[in-house]
């Protein structure tokens, strides 16, 4: 007698479910999937118990007939799937499903309640309770002529009672559904987004006019408006693949990488790759404990991506992996360049809440000046507010009393402590760290260098022979053109070794070895010698740093307004090499607020 047993069709479609819906936030997003495909303009979204208890999806597509009901909760059954040739056509995609496991998943281990009327039919209901369909019958639907679905899903993994012990607290289960509604609305700013919780009103978006002139409000109405107003327009497209977006100014940064979105062909996905591709993107710009925020929208025939590699469809497989990397790197960057000086409005933010944090008392003396704060350099000086913490030391310039500074970053006016240049413009005044600014300005002039072929070499007196395995020995020799062109000349020394004759100079002294073997395991896992340019890139900024106007150092005025002007013509001059301010911009409004006079 055989040991071998066909399963049950009800354990069949258990163990299906546990693969598409793992927890609460996964249901929804089938379901607001299928409102998606259907054409909804509008989809609204309850969850009680942390969506334990109850689940409620209500949208306006083209809705289903008794028939469309019957097959919907069959599993294997779709309308999605395109045929070609008489077969199904699994590299021709455009929906959001296509598995048609969903629906069966969810009635295999919950009350499931499909109610839905199309234009042209009467209201019909059917229900899956823990896999037992009944139905379809007649149900009240709404208003007269209206049409669309009623996704209603109690008591989910009632069925499968060890799952439903793995579910976190309700609290972490509504903020993975409302994770998941953020993400889903941010692909389709044309349709309305509502998500109650517990009867409580948690998101309430309305639908933009313009699927792409809306993407920015619905992004700011979701990732907060400080994102709105410190987002650079992300465009680019190579070799029939478009990336569209926004990505954050690198002085808008994140202490993770929770505020990172990509989304092909107007799916959600999580990809290692834009981890990756962001890091090398921001990697002049960012400490890497910092992370900027975007969304990024990927565009592509469907033939190009895979979006059939997990159950969940959360996951995706490029054709070409290393064109969609350099895509998003080479977008990134262009992007951050078109921003020119610009920093994030935060930084201005932050330094007003500070001064207003550090307010004096009202019962201080109203006698803030002191002549004793009156540094005699021969440079005419001015008076400065009290500041117990840090009595400021101002040296004035002399500029034409008519001057219009009507620059972004203004005229010179003073320097204060030997290390801040203060400059007035039209509407306000700019701070500028002297020290931050030229340390990047120096920065990206060793950058032009190194992009324009200058990286000088500098040979070995004894070549340095590097043992690795013979694979590697081959992608390190196949790559050695490239790696010449960054300064380090590499050749293949037998088998299972290569010899290093000239190294980049600006390294200096480093373990080769090292060097090497990083570069053999970085060219294995992404087929890039990334860390040599990170090297270098590294190296440039700290040579940037010593060889940079250094704090306490005294300019002039013709030093102080050719600093800025140079700011002003240089990309990424807005923040340092690790992400921080070079400057800070008040505009005239917000310092008369600080004096009460607004």
């Known amino acids: ?143 007269k002529g209206q049409h669309g679905t009623r996704a209603e899903v109690r008591e989910l993994f009632y069925a499968t009672p060890a799952r439903l012990k793995f579910l976190k607290s309700s609290r972490s289960e509504d903020l993975a559904i409302t994770d998941m509604v953020k993400r889903l609305a ?12 517990d009867g409580r009103k948690a998101l ?32 680019a497209r190579r070799e029939g693949v478009s990336l569209s977006g926004y990505a954050g100014l690198p002085t808008y940064n994140r202490a993770n990488s929770a505020m990172q979105f990509l989304f092909v062909n107007g799916r959600p996905v999580r990809d290692k790759l834009l981890v990756g591709a962001v890091r090398g993107a ?58 020119g000086h610009r920093a994030s409005t935060t930084v201005a933010g932050s330094a007003l809440s500070a001064f207003q944090r550090q307010s004096p008392s009202p019962f201080q003396s109203p006698n803030i000046f002191s002549a004793a704060h009156f540094p005699t ?22 500029a034409p009393v008519d001057a219009v500074p009507d620059t972004p970053l203004g005229v010179a006016r003073a320097q204060l402590h030997e290390t801040y240049v203060v400059a007035q413009t039209a509407d306000g005044i700019v701070i500028v760290d002297q020290h931050a600014a030229h340390e990047r300005l120096v920065y990206e002039r060793m950058k032009k260098a190194l992009a324009n072929g200058g990286v000088a070499r500098q040979p070995l007196l004894i070549p340095e022979v590097v043992d690795l395995d013979p694979s590697e020995v081959t992608r390190v020799s196949e790559r050695a053109e490239e790696l010449a062109e960054l ?34 395991d970085e060219i294995a896992e ?34 102080m307004n050719a600093l800025l002007r140079e700011m002003e013509a240089t990309p990424h001059s807005g923040q340092c090499n690790h992400g921080r301010p070079t400057y800070v911009e008040l505009k005239l409004a917000d310092i008369e607020k600080l004096f009460g006079r607004r």
């Open 487 to 520: 300064g380090l000349v590499i050749e293949a020394f037998g088998p299972d070794a290569v010899v290093v004759r000239e190294v980049p100079a600006m390294l200096g002294k480093l373990d080769v070895k090292g060097l090497v073997r990083d570069l053999a």
């Open 526 to 559: 992404s087929g890039n010698a990334l860390s040599l340019k990170e090297r270098l890139e590294d190296v440039s900024g700290t040579l940037a740093c010593h060889m940079s106007v250094r704090a306490g150092r005294r300019l002039n005025a013709e030093e």
């Open 204 to 235: 309430d978006l309305a639908a933009e006019p313009d699927l792409m002139d809306g993407r920015l409000p619905r992004l700011a109405r979701i990732m907060g408006r400080e994102f709105g107003d410190n987002a650079a327009l992300v465009e």
């Open 186 to 197: 941010m692909a389709r700013p044309d349709i309305s987004f509502t998500l109650t919780l």
């Open 282 to 339: 921001y990697a002049d710009f960012l400490a890497r404990d910092r992370h900027p925020a975007l969304a990024l929208f990927l565009e592509c025939d469907p033939d190009f991506v895979d979006v059939n590699v997990h159950p969940a469809k959360t996951e995706v497989r490029f054709r070409d992996a290393g064109l969609v990397r350099g895509l998003i790197v080479g977008a990134l960057k262009h992007a951050l360049s078109e921003a």
């Open 1 to 143: 007698m055989s040991r071998i047993r066909q399963l049950s069709e009800g354990t069949i479609n258990r163990i299906a479910a546990g693969e598409v819906v793992e927890r609460p936030a996964a249901a929804i997003k089938e379901l607001v999937e299928n409102a998606v495909d259907a054409g909804a303009t509008r989809i609204d979204i309850s969850a009680s118990g942390g969506g334990a208890d109850l689940l409620l999806v209500e949208d306006d597509g083209i809705g289903m007939n008794a028939d469309d009901l019957k097959l919907a909760v069959q599993r294997h059954a779709t309308s999605k799937l395109p045929v070609l040739g008489g077969e199904d056509d699994l590299s021709h995609i455009v929906t959001m499903g296509f598995r048609g496991e969903a629906l069966p998943s969810i009635g295999a281990v919950a009350r499931l309640s499909l109610a839905s009327r199309t234009k042209d039919s009467e209201a019909m209901e059917i229900r899956v309770d823990g896999g037992r369909v009944q139905g379809p019958m007649p149900a009240g639907f709404r208003g």
């Open 377 to 398: 350099t021969g440079v005419r000086e001015a008076p400065t507010p009290y500041s117990a913490a840090l009595p400021m030391s101002v040296r004035m310039e002399e």
